[in-house]
Each structure stands twice: as C-alpha cells, then as structure tokens.
C-alpha cells in the first residue's frame, strides 16, 4: 500500500466493510484490493472490486489483510 492511497474497504471479521468513500467518482478505474504482500487485484472501477469480496472473504485472512484502496 503507497501513502496516497485512500482505503474504501477493509477486512473485518470475514466480511469487506466500508471505511471511507472515494475521492473520485466512481465510474474511475483507480480502484484495487491490495493485501499485505501487495497488490492483490489489478485496477478497475469500484464495482468490479467489490465483484471479487466473495472470493476475498471466503479465504479466512485476519481483520485488514485485504482492502480496497483508490490509489492516485
């Protein structure tokens, strides 16, 4: 994760909950999950990260190991 990314999603409890909003609309394709070995997804809009929690919550990884962030 770089210092400008702005978390819009984190892992709680087996579930993605959102943290914060976008700094841009959301039709933008700034949006990736990343975890904490790096990027985890490649960039596409918002939707289509959110597409993926299933997967993402079905992996039993510890509060905050995946989040959503809008990278600039």
Known sequence: MRQTDKI???LDCGKMTRVGDPRSPETKTN???VCDHGDWSGFGTLAECEKQFSEIESNGKPN???RV???F
């Open 64 to 66: 905050g190991f995946y």
């Open 8 to 10: 819009i999603y984190t």
């Open 69 to 71: 962030v809008e990278r």
């Open 31 to 33: 949006f990736l999950i």
